[in-house]
């Protein structure tokens, strides 16, 4: 079977990364890495725009009704890119729950308002929550989607006796917090029902979208890497002449390049209903988050040190020269570690 992608697919990754290269650069990432509340007001509405938050809700709601191939795409790319973005929790799980609920011209609006950027719901799993729970987005989020044996509600993020509690962790870009809820009925949130089947479903495609963020961080490590290795000069050579660092790089590929076949194949299974995504979806998951940390484990670059990487070229420091610690030509490469979330208890 053929996994590669379509013209359209093709396209639409093409377009995606040419919008996170351009508009959701380096230095954009790094001041939301250095802010404090970690937010970027604008960047969800510039999704919107672009179409990349409602491709899994339908036409009729505002989105491009496309499925879980195209949702990976947009996941990769977004990885790959280090954006700020939360989009496996914001815009895979969330509109998945809501389109699986029973709530009518209510759930219409949930779905418009996500499709076009402008609206923040934050899934929390199995709940209620009696000790807290750490939520990424939680501290802007317009409204948290309870979940709960496939029975759904919603509760305003601004409703009285939610208290949210930053917390600080190595992963500047996506923010998390720990909420818990004192003193809320729970029983008077929105009931928007549900079923447990569609709520699993939609677990399934977040984990997709999980694994598909973690292997374009993983690329874009490597690429990264290989990169260095062609212009860093050691005893006056490339280093990426020596069979070490050759050695090195083609192990580390020959780790990374499987997720991608096993990603495809995945999301085709959840687009076809397959019986299959109910092993498959946590194996992706699972694979790729484990495979990701290979360019530490191979100590592929000093500065290489996790899964997701960010990239931040920073020029030189005057007089350095090319065998400069970690310094290069056309600078350093300066890598920091992407936390990713468990979306239940394994």
């Not at 969800?44 to 491009?64: A, E, P, V, Y």
């Not at 949702?71 to 990885?79: P, S, T, V």
């Not at 699972?286 to 990239?311: C, E, F, S």
Request: charged residues 25%.
């Amino acid at each position: 079977m053929d996994f590669g992608l379509t013209q359209p697919q093709e396209l639409l990754r093409d377009s995606i990364a040419r919008f996170l290269a351009q508009d959701v650069g380096i230095e954009r990432v790094r001041r939301v890495m250095d802010s404090e509340s970690g937010q970027d007001e604008a960047i969800h509405g510039q999704l919107g725009d672009q179409g990349i938050t409602g491709l899994l809700i339908d036409m009729n709601r505002g989105g491009s009704e496309l499925g879980m191939q195209e949702a990976a795409i947009a996941a990769q790319e977004i990885g790959r890119a280090a954006a700020p973005v939360n989009f496996h929790s914001s815009y895979v799980l969330a509109p998945l729950l809501i389109a699986g609920a029973d709530g009518g011209e209510r759930r219409n609006g949930l779905l418009e308002g996500i499709a076009e950027g402008r609206t923040l719901i934050t899934p929390i799993l199995d709940a209620p929550i009696e000790n807290g729970r750490v939520v990424p987005d939680a501290a802007w989020s317009d409204a948290f989607l309870l979940e709960s044996g496939g029975s759904l509600h919603l509760l305003e993020a601004t409703t009285a006796g939610i208290d949210i509690e930053p917390l600080q962790t190595v992963d500047d870009t996506r923010r998390v917090a720990e909420v818990t809820f004192s003193g809320v009925d729970l029983n008077a949130a929105e009931s928007l029902g549900g079923s447990a089947e569609s709520s699993q479903r939609a677990v399934y495609a977040a984990q997709i979208a999980i694994a598909a963020d973690a292997l374009g961080a993983a690329q874009k490590g490597l690429h990264i890497a290989v990169d260095y290795a062609k212009e860093r000069k050691q005893f006056e050579r490339i280093i990426g002449s020596f069979q070490a660092v050759k050695h090195i790089c083609a192990e580390v590929l020959a780790e990374v390049e499987p997720v991608q076949s096993l990603l495809w194949h995945t999301a085709d299974a959840w687009d076809d209903g397959s019986d299959e995504i109910d092993h498959f979806a946590p194996l992706l998951k699972a694979h790729a988050t484990d495979v990701a940390p290979g360019l530490r484990r191979h100590r592929l670059h000093p500065r290489v040190r996790h899964a997701h990487l960010l990239q931040a070229r920073r020029p030189r420091p005057p007089g350095a020269g090319e065998s400069d610690g970690a310094q290069g030509a056309g600078g350093g490469c300066d890598v920091r570690l992407r936390g990713t979330l468990e979306l239940r208890p394994e």
